[in-house]
């Protein structure tokens, strides 16, 4: 059968027309338009869930933070005793909830005795993480050989009698000095870089859907606090001028962009005794084993106040901080719920408490004790 010039060209507009319906359907237009396309990969930041890039009208796929697998070299460090087990699982469960589940950081638990089998089973149960379980080595939980241990049962006696907090108890006079000088040098915390500090009791009040220790190491920051605070002033009454006896010796450690103005407010005549609370801190190891600190605790602790008087490790790192750090290395984990009692830091940003369960109207952060006006001054 013979096709004729006429019957021809309808047939070939036919195909013509298949042949462009099937190129739209492959192409990543037309394709993108029938909703079956693979959206462009995005990793959310916690501070702003919008997507990073094209238009926000269309639908993209937002992959959360922690299915980022870049980790930073960092872990948990808890100071704690086999009678705190169950303050502990309470702490952890909440941890784990709003932050360590998604991101896994490893922890590492120190006492000053063995843990229990049972510490060590019930605090491991809670986690996928790695958990490590250290002693204290006796020289870093003991009166150093320079100590007249005389006085300083004489001391904490008087203090004890005046009422002072925690006057009277030597082993959280031991604690506050191995915290200040010696956490970070135990075998099980050499091998990182960034540590978080936990206590017993203490609870996270808001979902952590992004990576702490990520953003210290990204954006250079060197240590990290949610509340600061007045200090009693009974419990450290020479611990300035002991400071100011060190930055005169080391004039070469104290760089000239600091942030001293945020502990005093006369020219270093005085502390005005604002600390950031150390229960809670995120910071950089290295910065804590680097010679300016190192230095400084060596000072602290040949004058023997940790043990004739009440020196804290809060006053300690924070005063530190403020004569070797500049306050962009400084960060105020606003968006970070957290309570120790009696105090509660409680974001006020509306979007960051949808994901908290604290009432922000009981925020510490700007009561008469807080020093947070300080802060947003220096």
């Known amino acids: 059968?013979?096709?004729?010039?006429?019957?021809?060209?309808?047939?070939?507009?036919?195909?013509?027309?298949?042949?462009?319906?099937?190129?739209?359907?492959?192409?990543?237009?037309?394709?993108?338009?029938?909703?079956?396309?693979?959206?462009?990969?995005?990793?959310?930041?916690?501070?702003?869930?919008?997507?990073?890039?094209?238009?926000?009208?269309?639908?993209?796929?937002?992959?959360?933070?922690?299915?980022?697998?870049?980790?930073?070299?960092?872990?948990?460090?808890?100071?704690?005793?086999?009678?705190?087990?169950?303050?502990?699982?309470?702490?952890?469960?909440?941890?784990?909830?709003?932050?360590?589940?998604?991101?896994?950081?490893?922890y590492v638990f120190l006492n000053d005795e063995e843990f229990t089998y049972e510490f060590r089973e019930l605090t491991s149960s809670l986690t996928k993480a790695k958990t490590n379980y250290g002693v204290i080595p006796k020289e870093h939980w003991s009166y150093p050989d320079w100590i007249d241990v005389k006085k300083a049962d004489e001391a904490r006696e008087l203090m004890g009698m005046q009422g002072i907090i925690y006057g009277d108890n030597l082993a959280y006079r031991h604690m506050c000095r191995f915290e200040s000088g010696f956490f970070y040098r135990h075998p099980l915390m050499?091998?990182?870089?960034?540590?978080?500090?936990?206590?017993?009791?203490?609870?996270?009040?808001?979902?952590?859907?992004?990576?702490?220790?990520?953003?210290?190491?990204?954006?250079?920051?060197?240590?990290?606090?949610?509340?600061?605070?007045?200090?009693?002033?009974?419990?450290?009454?020479?611990?300035?001028?002991?400071?100011?006896?060190?930055?005169?010796?080391?004039?070469?450690?104290?760089?000239?962009?600091?942030?001293?103005?945020?502990?005093?407010?006369?020219?270093?005549?005085?502390?005005?005794?604002?600390?950031?609370?150390?229960?809670?801190?995120?910071?950089?190891?290295?910065?804590?084993r680097g010679p300016e600190y190192s230095a400084y605790f060596d000072h602290l602790d040949k004058a023997g106040g940790f043990f004739y008087e009440r020196w804290g490790d809060a006053p300690v790192h924070s005063l530190a901080v403020a004569m070797f750090l500049d306050k962009s290395e400084v960060h105020f984990f606003d968006d970070i719920g957290y309570r120790h009692d009696p105090f509660m830091h409680c974001p006020l940003d509306r979007n960051v408490q949808k994901k908290c369960h604290c009432n922000a109207d009981d925020n510490f952060d700007f009561t008469v004790f807080s020093c947070m006006n300080k802060w947003l001054l220096a």
């Open 1 to 106: 059968m013979v096709i004729s010039s006429t019957q021809r060209k309808p047939i070939l507009l036919a195909v013509v027309a298949l042949l462009l319906l099937l190129c739209f359907y492959l192409s990543p237009t037309g394709h993108l338009s029938s909703g079956s396309a693979e959206q462009p990969t995005i990793f959310r930041n916690a501070d702003n869930p919008q997507p990073l890039f094209g238009d926000p009208g269309k639908q993209q796929q937002i992959i959360p933070a922690w299915e980022n697998t870049t980790r930073a070299n960092a872990a948990f460090v808890i100071l704690t005793r086999n009678s705190e087990l169950d303050a502990l699982r309470k702490t952890m469960q909440q941890l784990e909830a709003r932050f360590n589940s998604k991101f896994n950081y490893p």
């Open 190 to 288: 050499l091998q990182y870089d960034y540590y978080w500090r936990v206590e017993p009791s203490v609870e996270f009040l808001c979902d952590i859907d992004y990576d702490p220790f990520l953003y210290m190491q990204e954006n250079n920051k060197k240590y990290g606090w949610t509340i600061s605070l007045l200090e009693y002033e009974s419990t450290i009454p020479t611990l300035w001028e002991t400071t100011k006896a060190f930055m005169e010796k080391h004039p070469e450690y104290i760089p000239k962009k600091n942030l001293l103005r945020f502990v005093t407010e006369n020219g270093g005549e005085s502390y005005n005794l604002c600390h950031f609370w150390s229960n809670f801190e995120i910071g950089d190891l290295n910065f804590l």
